[in-house]
């Protein structure tokens, strides 16, 4: 004992000094660490973001919630339940790393071919799934493939869950580059929600830059409000009052003509172009029927209104034609409506 003492001491009045070195070291980076905030919290946030991830959780969600974790972003995982059940500790994970959760079915299959009872069943199992993994009991759900129809509506709607589509389609699903998806989300306006996935690579590597283009613009991923289906700031409250942008009343002018064909259709989507006449440059209002969505745009720079369904659409220097693709979301045989065209 009398041998080991003065070494214990020893230890001791080292460990005291080095504890005071790492105590001084601390206190002289206090101003430095609080200057390397994370990118959502050191932008200015004068509108939100809803950044959406689907069809997880995967073997890859660890790879994707670094990803997130060091752009400082939180976003919103539309979860599949069957994958929720495989995977109990990815969903856990999700939650733990700031995400939001919410339901994307139980095997996403084509829910409007089902019928009202298969699925109230689906979406119960895949709600009662994430909410076993996780504790949190979803309140967003995501059709699969965007298809829905008043019924799966109202079921969601009884399992206390809003619908959410999107509003900006990311294209990952369907082999776009990095740029091409950083391209797409550079779209997004504030209050407006962007399809990604969960699981692919270049959707991973899309989000530094994703992430830069939003800060440039002052806007920063926030929640989707259940109230609203909009985004919002990540503690829930309502939006400055730019977001979503309103549709800005047309400049005072002449009347011009504009005329809408439909030359592309397919099974989820169609294109819609819009010719003017009368005028060099023009505004033009269109409205969409919910739950269709506009998830591309060219030759014009567009605004919405707060329900996401009426765009105004300006010109920009690329002629008279401008377009846009829309996606059905189980509504096949509505189409765009002109409601003016103003010139000047």
């Not at 299959?109 to 949190?136: C, E, R, V, Y």
């Not at 009426?310 to 059905?328: A, D, E, Y």
Request: hydrophobic fraction near 35%; aromatic fraction near 6%.
């Amino acid at each position: 004992m009398s041998r080991l003492f003065p070494r214990t001491a020893l230890w001791s009045r080292r460990l005291r000094a080095a504890l005071a070195v790492l105590a001084t070291a601390v206190a002289m980076c206090g101003v430095v660490l609080a200057a390397t905030s994370t990118p959502s919290s050191a932008a200015t946030c004068n509108g939100y973001v809803g950044l959406t991830f689907d069809d997880g959780p995967t073997g890859n969600t660890s790879a994707l919630l670094n990803v997130l974790r060091n752009n400082g972003v939180r976003a919103t995982m539309f979860n599949v339940g069957q994958n929720v059940q495989n995977n109990r500790s990815a969903a856990q994970a999700q939650v733990a790393a700031g995400m939001w959760v919410a339901n994307h079915s139980w095997n996403h299959a084509h829910m409007t071919s089902m019928s009202q009872s298969q699925m109230q069943s689906d979406l119960s199992q895949t709600s009662s799934a994430i909410q076993s993994a996780t504790g949190s009991r979803p309140v967003l759900f995501r059709p699969p493939y965007g298809e829905t129809n008043s019924t799966l509506q109202s079921v969601a709607s009884s399992l206390g869950m809003r619908q959410v589509i999107w509003d900006v389609d990311s294209q990952d699903w369907n082999g776009a580059s990095v740029s091409q998806i950083v391209s797409n989300a550079s779209r997004l306006q504030a209050g407006q929600v962007i399809l990604m996935h969960d699981g692919i690579q270049n959707t991973r590597d899309a989000i530094p830059q994703i992430m830069a283009n939003l800060t440039s613009r002052n806007l920063c991923p926030g929640m989707i409000s259940p109230s609203t289906g909009r985004a919002v700031a990540p503690d829930g409250t309502t939006p400055p009052p730019t977001s979503p942008p309103p549709t800005t009343p047309p400049p005072s002018g002449g009347t011009c003509t504009a005329t809408a064909t439909t030359p592309n259709v397919w099974g989820d989507r169609y294109n819609t172009s819009v010719t003017v006449s009368g005028a060099s440059t023009w505004t033009v209002v269109v409205a969409i029927t919910s739950p269709q969505r506009v998830s591309t745009i060219w030759n014009g720079t567009a605004t919405w209104d707060s329900s996401g369904t009426v765009m105004t659409m300006r010109s920009n220097g690329s002629g008279n034609t401008f377009g846009f693709t829309t996606m059905t979301n189980g509504n096949s045989s509505a189409r765009p409506q002109i409601r003016s065209c103003t010139s000047g």
